[in-house]
C-alpha cells in the first residue's frame, strides 16, 4: 500500500510513520514543511529504510502539491498536517487559516484531480482520510453526554474554528465530487515525541528542571486522553476500512482533569525520581495557578462506540499505564527534548539564519 503522509514529522504524524513502515509492502511519502513542531529527530529509526521518503514541503504550494501526487500515485492519502497550538492561534491566527483551510484545500484538489485519473479500479481503492479534532464541537457541562459524530460544530478558538472549517471542505468534496473520504475526531493525545510546549510533556520538563508548573486557571478543565499509539491503530483501521464520507470519533474514555494529569505526573516523577539522580523533592510543590486562556473550553469527551461497534477498535492504554510510560520515555530520551529547547536542532536543520 502506497501511503502520503502530510505532516508526518509532527507527534503523531512521525508515530504513524513509525508503525506503517514496519510493515515492508507499505510504502510511505511523508510530506512536513518542518515548522517549529515538525522534526525529523522523530523519525531517526525509519529515515534509512527503502519503503521511506520524506518531501519537505509546505502543503499551502498548491503546484508542488499537485505535482507530489502525480509522482508518488498514493493510494491512501492520510491528511495530519496542521498548525495546532491554541495558545498560538489565540496569539496569530493567520498561519491556522493558511495551513489548516488553504492547505487542506489543496490536498482535496490534487486528491480530486489525481483520483479522476485512475482507472476505476484504482479509484475504487483510494481514499482520504482527513485527521481533525473533538475541539470542533466546542465544549461541555460537566453532566452533558460525551461527543459523537453527530455533536454540532461549535468552535472556541481559532484553531478549532480552522479545523471546523476543513472539516466542512472534506465533506463538500465528498457530497459534490464524490471524493471517497472519511474522518476522524480525535480527544487530547500524548506520548513520546510530543513537542515540548505541550501540556503533559511541558510539565515533565519543567519538573525536572524544578521551574514552576504553570496551571490555567484552577486546573478543573477536563480532557479525555488518548495514548498516541491507540490513535495510531485507530487511524490505520479507519484508512482502509472505514465507510465513505462517515466521520469517526476517536477517544482514549479517560476524562481527566488538568490538575490531575500534573499531579499524577508529579507523582511518577518522585517514583522514579531516586533511580535517575533527580533532585528528591516533592515536585507537587511547583505547580502554581494562573490566569486562565480566553475562551478555555472547559471539557471534551468522547463517545468511541462508533468505531467501536463498526470497526472493532477500543483503546489499550489506560491513562495510569499510560502517562507512567510516557514520563519514562522523557526519562530516557532527553536527548530528544534537549536538542529542541537548546536550539541545537534547529541550528543543524535550518543552520545560523534561522528564525
Known sequence: MRYLITGGAGFIGSALIRSLVKNPKNVVLNIDSLTYAGNTDSLKKVCSLQNYSMSVLDICNQKKIFEIFFKFKPEIVIHLAAESHVDRSIESSKSFIETNIIGTYNLLEASRKFWNSLSNKKKSSFRFHHVSTDEVYGDLKSTDKPFTENTCYDPSSPYSASKASSDHLVRAWFRTYELPIVITNCS?????????????????????????????????????????????????????????????????????????????????????????????????????????????????????????????????????????????????????WKRILSGQYKLERFGKDAS
Open 188 to 336: 487530547n493525545n500524548y506520548g513520546p515525541y510530543q513537542f515540548p510546549e505541550k501540556l503533559i510533556p511541558h510539565m515533565i520538563i519543567s519538573a525536572l528542571s524544578s521551574k514552576e508548573l504553570p496551571v490555567y486557571g484552577d486546573g478543573n478543565q477536563i480532557r479525555d486522553w488518548l495514548h498516541v499509539n491507540d490513535h495510531v491503530e485507530a487511524i490505520k483501521i479507519v484508512a482502509k476500512e472505514g465507510k465513505l464520507g462517515e466521520t469517526y470519533n476517536i477517544g482514549g474514555n479517560n476524562e481527566v482533569r488538568n490538575i490531575d494529569v500534573v499531579k499524577k505526573i508529579c507523582e511518577c516523577l518522585s517514583s522514579y525520581a531516586r533511580n535517575k539522580s533527580i533532585n528528591n523533592q516533592n515536585f507537587s510543590d511547583l505547580i502554581k495557578f494562573v490566569e486562565d486562556r480566553p475562551g478555555h473550553d472547559q471539557r471534551y469527551a468522547i463517545d468511541s462506540s462508533k468505531i467501536a461497534n463498526d470497526l472493532g477498535w477500543n483503546p489499550i492504554f489506560s491513562f495510569e499505564e499510560g502517562i507512567d510510560k510516557t514520563v519514562i520515555w522523557y526519562l530516557k530520551n532527553e536527548w530528544w
